[in-house]
């Protein structure tokens, strides 16, 4: 589990296709405290790191990650938005991630607004009714409040801190984003059946 705050922007130095994906990542985080088997959200999906050095460590991305992500469009150089898992009794800053990527939104537009800068994205039609104004939402790992909703289109405002502090800063229009829709959004949707209608939780016998 993750709060979508970035704790290092990170690089990609070697990249072994395959069915699997050896990717290796260049980082400023302390990787003498990470343990093999750790899991760190690489721009938004959690991965397994299976080899490490000083100051770089390696995951394997597997197919069905590659499908459904970016990663399978990284090549050395490209840079990632990197944050450890959470601990217990770690602060939560953002909201609740889980490092599964829903799908792939597109930057539509991207304009300055004051010091902050406002981005217009499209979501895949199956994931806009899962995106709600006020609500949160990650890309690529970073956990943002969604501005307002149009059908597909959603809107959200990056501050300084975070345009200077993750890949955003040089980010433009028509990039692609891992998109990881929220996980209240995620669950209430269980709750609806097929005919669109609420379904009834089960009484607490015991509720005064």
Same mark, same amino acid.
């Given at each position: 589990?993750?709060? @979508?705050?970035?704790?290092?922007?990170?690089?990609?130095?070697a990249?072994?296709?395959?069915g699997?994906?050896?990717?290796?990542?260049?980082?400023?985080?302390?990787?003498?405290?990470?343990?093999?088997?750790?899991?760190?959200?690489?721009?938004?999906?959690?991965?397994?790191?299976v080899?490490?050095g000083?100051?770089?460590?390696?995951?394997?991305?597997?197919?069905?990650? &590659?499908?459904?992500?970016?990663?399978?469009?990284?090549?050395?150089?490209?840079?990632?938005?990197?944050?450890?898992?959470?601990? !217990?009794?770690?602060?939560? @800053?953002?909201? !609740?991630?889980?490092?599964?990527?829903? @799908?792939?939104?597109?930057?539509?537009e991207?304009?300055?607004?004051?010091?902050?800068?406002?981005?217009?994205?499209?979501?895949?039609?199956? &994931?806009?009714?899962?995106?709600?104004?006020?609500?949160?939402?990650?890309?690529?790992?970073?956990?943002?409040?969604?501005?307002?909703?149009?059908?597909?289109?959603?809107?959200?405002?990056?501050?300084?801190h975070?345009?200077?502090?993750?890949?955003?800063?040089?980010?433009?229009?028509?990039?692609?984003?891992? &998109?990881?829709?929220?996980? !209240?959004?995620?669950? &209430?949707?269980?709750?609806?059946?097929?005919?669109?209608?609420?379904?009834e939780?089960?009484?607490?016998?015991?509720?005064a």
């Amino acid at each position: 589990m993750f709060t @979508g705050i970035i704790m290092d922007v990170g690089r990609v130095r070697a990249v072994k296709p395959g069915g699997d994906a050896r990717i290796e990542i260049e980082t400023g985080l302390d990787m003498g405290s990470i343990a093999l088997g750790a899991s760190i959200a690489c721009s938004g999906p959690c991965l397994t790191v299976v080899e490490k050095g000083p100051d770089w460590f390696a995951v394997t991305a597997s197919a069905e990650t &590659l499908s459904r992500t970016t990663l399978g469009e990284w090549k050395p150089g490209t840079r990632v938005n990197l944050e450890r898992a959470l601990r !217990l009794g770690d602060e939560l @800053g953002g909201h !609740l991630v889980t490092g599964h990527v829903d @799908g792939i939104a597109t930057l539509l537009e991207e304009r300055p607004e004051g010091d902050s800068r406002r981005w217009v994205l499209e979501a895949p039609s199956e &994931l806009a009714q899962f995106i709600a104004s006020k609500g949160s939402i990650a890309l690529d790992g970073v956990s943002l409040t969604v501005n307002e909703v149009e059908e597909s289109r959603f809107g959200v405002n990056l501050i300084p801190h975070t345009l200077t502090h993750t890949t955003f800063g040089v980010t433009r229009a028509g990039a692609r984003l891992n &998109l990881e829709i929220d996980l !209240l959004a995620r669950y &209430l949707q269980r709750l609806v059946d097929s005919r669109g209608r609420a379904v009834e939780l089960p009484r607490n016998r015991f509720a005064a």
